[in-house]
T-cell receptor, first 112, second 113 residues
Framework: EDQVTQSPEALRLQEGESSSLNCSYT??????LFWYRQDPGKGPEFLFT???AGEEKEKERLKATLTKKESFLHITAPKPEDSATYLC?????????????FGQGTILTVHP | DADVTQTPRNRITKTGKRIMLECSQT?????MYWYRQDPGLGLRLIYY???????NKGEISDGYSVSRQAQAKFSLSLESAIPNQTALYFC????????????FGPGTRLTVT
């Protein structure tokens, strides 16, 4: 069974204080790992797809990296508007064909 | 205009009532999904459809049914609502060469009293 674990559950940062969120996964044959941002009461917003170990993607203050067992979402010099829940999901194909497995999310709060 | 829309955005209903949540998309995707989100439980898949004639149960389909009226429309019904179906419901779509990248609608907040 595919499993995704995100840590920490919640992270509080001061504006400008860089940090990383972790997504550990257990799947048979990773086909893709996805990061989403979700604001309270809204739908998840797609951020990145990573396909293979060593791959990196960047968008503004966010950089996502992937290894064979985990992914990191690095936040550089965060601003209060980066506050949100960040979700990680994996796609493994096979018996999970067409379906994503989501982690519980990390709630990020950035204080001014 | 949003690519994935959901109606209604908020709904309060009573136990035992039938309710339908609707989803429409203009992304041209062939795959559509219904999820519910509860605090502490994350996103859980209710039903998914890979095309108009292909509908599949997800991990928590009991108490729900769906209808794929067209490629762009996918509805979720609660035949007899119960309080533990109170949750945020999201529709998502995917398609094309990156068919596993899912794009979500804004959600429906459903309260069953």
């Amino acid at each position: 069974e595919d499993q995704v674990t995100q840590s920490p559950e919640a992270l509080r940062l001061q504006e400008g204080e860089s940090s990383s969120l972790n997504c550990s996964y257990t799947v048979s044959g990773l086909r893709g790992l996805f990061w989403y941002r979700q604001d309270p009461g809204k739908g998840p917003e797609f951020l990145f797809t990573l396909y293979s170990a060593g791959e990196e993607k960047e968008k503004e203050r966010l950089k996502a990296t992937l290894t064979k067992k985990e992914s990191f979402l690095h936040i550089t010099a965060p601003k209060p508007e980066d506050s949100a829940t960040y979700l990680c999901a994996v796609y493994a194909g096979g018996t999970s064909y067409g379906k994503l497995t989501f982690g519980q999310g990390t709630i990020l709060t950035v204080h001014p | 205009d949003a690519d994935v829309t959901q109606t209604p955005r908020n709904r309060i209903t009573k136990t035992g009532k039938r309710i339908m949540l609707e989803c429409s998309q203009t992304k041209g995707h062939d795959r559509m999904y219904w999820y519910r989100q509860d605090p502490g439980l994350g996103l859980r898949l209710i039903y998914y459809s890979f095309d108009v004639k292909d509908i599949n149960k997800g991990e928590i389909s009991d108490g729900y049914s769906v209808s794929r009226q067209a490629q762009a429309k996918f509805s979720l019904s609660l035949e007899s609502a119960i309080p533990n179906q109170t949750a945020l419901y999201f529709c998502a779509t995917s398609g094309g060469t990156s068919f596993y990248e899912q794009y979500f609608g804004p959600g429906t907040r459903l309260t069953v009293t």
